[in-house]
């Protein structure tokens, strides 16, 4: 027998998941359930593809026995097996990230959602909820030896070798006080039909039942041995559209997404005729946690004429629709396909093309009811947008589903794009927008005086991949978009007056320019300010400030220092003052406060706070 000690972070969350008050203590038999299917899942796909477990005999099937003299609870798969080396790796360490952020969430709320658990490809340790100790017996398929696993779920755990008949996996659970009530034919069986019955393999109940046998005196209790198939154990996706309910489609969508919530749609496709396919699609009401992880989990499963092939091809669904849930099953392809194959697989990119146009379609038609979709793009509005620069084939449909906030809506609510050409003067050709860091500077940014004041609707991007997804979607419809941000945007907005306003100016911005030095890329006498005295801007070709920012965190500093450009109103009274002004010193201190306040109300850092201040307090003081 061997001594193992649990990782660090396998220690903290089985601490967090004997110690919570969660009160959804059943979904464990979710997770040992679903862990058992996966396991047959893998199996059926070798014993077409292995030729060392072709011969192998396979009944796939789900055991489940208890016992409520000794409160015991028995999950039994004759699935894919392990063996030492997979218990160790397997039931031992957490390979995967996001697992941390799982813990924060449970540490942060006693109560926490336990429910998530299968997300975060840590289900096993579900089990620790119901049971003080957990034994699992284990034979790798193809090989000869079992071992036994087991564990109290505090800090350790041990190995020793074991006997099993066959290939597969069981896990003995002790139960623990809350877990009792599982030791039951009843608890058992509502638990499955919840949550399980539509696992394609058929899962046994083995309970004891009691009859009677004779009569009066003569009458005997008899106890026998009864076995019960407890779920429907079909390929739900391959049953007729017809015979399938509502509440079908929610319980599969359990199964598959271990997510209690229902989805907010589904679409399922049964295709025949030249390519022969099912699919079947879901959109969850909230974000999987690892939306935005570099590692994210794929979540559609590949199915070929029902046999599982795989849940780690994160190219079935454009990396945009990453978010979405479901199966593709396909009649058309072979079994033994690798990945290499799929990877160029033209009957996949086929059945992926269409999927990916009903999908969109789909959610065109939850855009018809604005508050629902409203609740849909808060979650996806992000991948969407990133939609725009992954899938130039469906970039109109994209153009049409993505919503920005706007000088002409209320704070937090969307407009379209169709909306803003709705409310477009018929002469102009622009969509203008502003980026920057939040909803609430944009909304004040001096930036948009000018458009305000000639009643121009801007569109407020305060997402920081705005940037890199408007510029490449380039126009919508005869539309440009246009970026207010840049030093270029108001050149097409001026009249002659503005030009001689701008003129009268030059030898001022002169003496203003060598005094900023190098803290700018120039200044510019500028007709888009109104109320303020001036504003900064980025060349036409730089990034803009919130981008350079994006690029710092990123860790990339080689793409060299982008200064601002400082555009002055000319029509302000402290601009028109300051021409006139012949105190170096207050002079100074009065250009380089222009240059400070437009960069604060930017949300950019200034570089001397402290001088800042002193500037300041000069001009205060004069001024009193
Ligand atoms: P996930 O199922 O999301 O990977 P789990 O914590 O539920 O996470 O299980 C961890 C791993 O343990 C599985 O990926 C699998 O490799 C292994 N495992 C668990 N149960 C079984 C089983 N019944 N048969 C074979 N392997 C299993
Ligand atoms: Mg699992």
């Known amino acids: 027998m061997s001594k193992h000690e649990f990782?660090?972070?396998?220690?903290?969350?089985?601490?967090?998941?004997?110690?919570?008050?969660?009160?959804?203590?059943?979904?464990?038999?979710?997770?040992?359930?679903?862990?058992?299917?996966?396991?047959?899942?893998?199996?059926?796909?070798?014993?077409?593809?292995?030729?060392?477990?072709?011969?192998?005999?396979?009944?796939?099937?789900?055991?489940?026995?208890?016992?409520?003299?000794?409160?015991?609870?028995?999950?039994?798969?004759?699935?894919?097996?392990?063996?030492?080396?997979?218990?160790?790796?397997?039931?031992?360490?957490?390979?995967?990230?996001?697992?941390?952020?799982?813990?924060?969430?449970?540490?942060?709320?006693?109560?926490?959602?336990?429910?998530?658990?299968?997300?975060?490809?840590?289900?096993?340790?579900?089990?620790?909820?119901?049971?003080?100790?957990?034994?699992?017996?284990?034979?790798?398929?193809?090989?000869?030896?079992?071992?036994?696993?087991?564990?109290?779920?505090?800090?350790?755990?041990?190995?020793?070798?074991?006997?099993?008949?066959?290939?597969?996996?069981?896990?003995?659970?002790?139960?623990?006080?809350?877990?009792?009530?599982?030791?039951?034919?009843?608890?058992?069986?509502?638990?499955?039909?919840?949550?399980?019955?539509?696992?394609?393999?058929?899962?046994?109940?083995?309970?004891?039942?009691?009859?009677?046998?004779?009569?009066?005196?003569?009458?005997?209790?008899?106890?026998?041995?009864?076995?019960?198939?407890?779920?429907?154990?079909?390929?739900?996706?391959?049953?007729?559209?017809?015979?399938?309910?509502?509440?079908?489609?929610?319980?599969f969508y359990r199964v598959l997404s271990h997510d209690n919530d229902e989805p907010i749609l589904y679409i399922h496709t049964q295709a025949e005729g030249t390519m022969d396919y099912t699919t079947l699609f879901y959109i969850p009401r909230k974000a999987p946690f690892d939306l935005y992880l570099s590692d994210f989990r794929s979540g559609v499963k590949l199915y070929v004429k029902r046999v599982f092939i795989t849940d780690d091809d994160r190219d079935l669904l454009p990396t945009y629709l990453r978010f979405v849930r479901g199966i593709i099953d396909s009649e058309d392809l072979p079994l033994n396909v690798s990945r290499e194959i799929l990877q160029q697989n033209k009957v996949l990119a086929k059945i992926k093309n269409t999927s990916v146009k009903k999908i969109l379609g789909e959610i065109q038609k939850l855009a018809g009811d604005p508050t629902k979709y409203t609740e849909f793009y808060r979650e996806f509005g992000k991948p969407i947008k990133e939609g725009l620069y992954q899938d130039f084939e469906n970039r109109e449909t994209l153009l049409d589903l993505v919503r920005f906030k706007s000088t002409s809506t209320k704070k937090g609510e969307y407009t379209s794009l169709a909306e803003y050409k709705g409310r477009m003067k018929p002469d102009r050709k622009e969509i203008y927008y502003v980026t920057g860091e939040s909803e609430e500077t944009l909304r004040q940014s001096p930036l948009l005086e000018m458009y305000r004041d000639r009643g121009i609707e801007v569109l407020i991007m305060d997402d920081e991949i705005d940037e890199i997804v408007i510029p490449s979607a380039g126009r919508y419809g005869d539309l440009e978009f246009k970026s207010v941000n840049r030093s270029d945007a108001a050149d097409d907005l001026k009249t002659d007056e503005d030009r001689e306003k701008e003129k009268e100016l030059d030898p001022f911005i002169k003496r203003l320019k060598e005094i900023l030095g190098d803290r700018v890329k120039d200044v510019k006498a500028s007709t888009r300010l109104s109320d303020s005295p001036s504003c900064i801007v980025v060349d036409q070709n730089d990034p803009t400030v919130k981008m350079q920012g994006i690029l710092k965190a990123m860790g990339r500093f080689d793409f060299g220092e982008f200064k601002p450009i400082l555009e002055i109103n000319p029509r302000h009274a402290i601009i028109q003052r300051l021409r006139g002004v012949e105190d170096r010193a207050l002079y100074e201190d009065a250009g380089l406060l222009l240059l400070e306040q437009a960069m604060l109300i930017e949300g950019v850092k200034i570089d001397n706070p402290a001088q800042f201040v002193q500037r300041l307090n000069r001009l205060m003081e004069k001024a009193l």
């Open 7 to 251: 990782q660090t972070e396998v220690n903290q969350l089985l601490h967090l998941i004997i110690h919570s008050l969660y009160s959804n203590k059943e979904i464990f038999l979710r997770e040992l359930v679903s862990n058992a299917s996966d396991a047959l899942d893998k199996l059926k796909f070798l014993t077409y593809t292995d030729d060392r477990l072709r011969e192998l005999p396979f009944d796939p099937r789900i055991d489940i026995r208890f016992s409520q003299e000794e409160n015991t609870l028995e999950i039994s798969d004759t699935g894919i097996g392990m063996n030492e080396q997979d218990l160790v790796e397997n039931l031992g360490t957490i390979a995967r990230s996001g697992t941390k952020s799982f813990i924060e969430a449970l540490k942060a709320d006693a109560k926490g959602d336990i429910n998530m658990i299968g997300q975060f490809g840590v289900g096993f340790y579900s089990a620790f909820m119901v049971a003080d100790r957990v034994r699992v017996t284990s034979r790798k398929a193809g090989e000869d030896a079992a071992w036994i696993w087991e564990s109290e779920g505090k800090g350790e755990y041990t190995i020793e070798s074991g006997a099993r008949d066959s290939q597969g996996t069981t896990v003995m659970l002790h139960l623990n006080e809350e877990g009792k009530e599982f030791a039951t034919r009843w608890a058992i069986e509502r638990v499955i039909k919840k949550y399980s019955d539509h696992i394609p393999f058929p899962i046994h109940l083995h309970y004891d039942a009691t009859s009677y046998e004779g009569e009066g005196k003569d009458r005997k209790e008899k106890k026998e041995r009864k076995v019960e198939k407890i779920n429907e154990a079909t390929a739900m996706w391959r049953r007729p559209k017809s015979e399938l309910k509502e509440e079908d489609y929610k319980e």
